[in-house]
């Protein structure tokens, strides 16, 4: 692109031409590059159950403009349908680029070599949302025992993403702790999940602090997957006595506070990751109220220019 705009310097004949195109090939490269901040709804689950619409309305005030549900149950979100919780994110002025709802095994009927009735009303309602992916944030126990199975599985993730495909949203999947630690014929579990998903169609959203306890290293996985992570959690974490958050010695915190170089995660994931959605998710607090933590750290990560 660079080398035309060149060409149409030099051939004065093609100024003109080159001044019409211009607006519209910058418009295509911010679209690309833009930066989706929001939070991750667990952060505030208990404040969002027993009043979602006032919650919604504090998180609004703070500057939230992106929410990622965590609550999807009979095809309602927090209780409301699809429609009418469109209609509240509009009012306060969020949308929700992202949600949680996991797929599992039961979701695909082998006999009609098709996704349940379920799995395709959760897209549906995905889509009404206007959202552009559709994550699963868990994987069963039973899938991670048996490789052949577990292959079988991630080609259901490739064919969920084909579904999503066709309503304008791309599939997604959310790592825990388990996929750092547990192996299949000697291979990590986030290795096979990765190697056998379309990039094209599977996402992978890295929690970059669920890993962090089992050895997972965000920096480290991103050198050996460039461009493979179009979203992520972001998270600080802290040693703790007793169980953390994934049952081992560390659970989350405010942004900077704790033993992960965030910025720098972010930084580099946002050049060469892949990665435009940025969902702050913190699940302990150390005393804070969880609004008191989403503000902060919406704060925190507005001042490292997000």
Known sequence: MKKTRRQFIIDSSAVFAGTLFLPELLKKESKKKEIILGIQLYTVRDDMYKDPLGTLKKLSAMGYRNVEHANYVNRKFYGFSAKEFKKILDDEGIKMPSGHTVLTSKHWEVAKNDFTDEWKNTVED??????????????????RKDYDGLLRFLEIFNRSGELCKRSGMKFGYHNHDFEFQDKLNGKLLYDIILDNTDSKLVLQQMDIGNMYGSGGRALEILKKYPGRFESMHVKDEIRVEGKGEMGGDYESTILGKGV??????????????GTTEFIIEQESYQGKSPLECAEENLKIMKGWGY
């Open 126 to 143: 995905a889509a009404v949302l206007n959202q552009k992916y559709v994550i699963s944030p868990w994987m069963d126990e039973s899938l």
């Open 260 to 273: 992960l170089p965030v910025k720098e995660i972010c930084d580099l994931f946002k050049k060469s990751g």
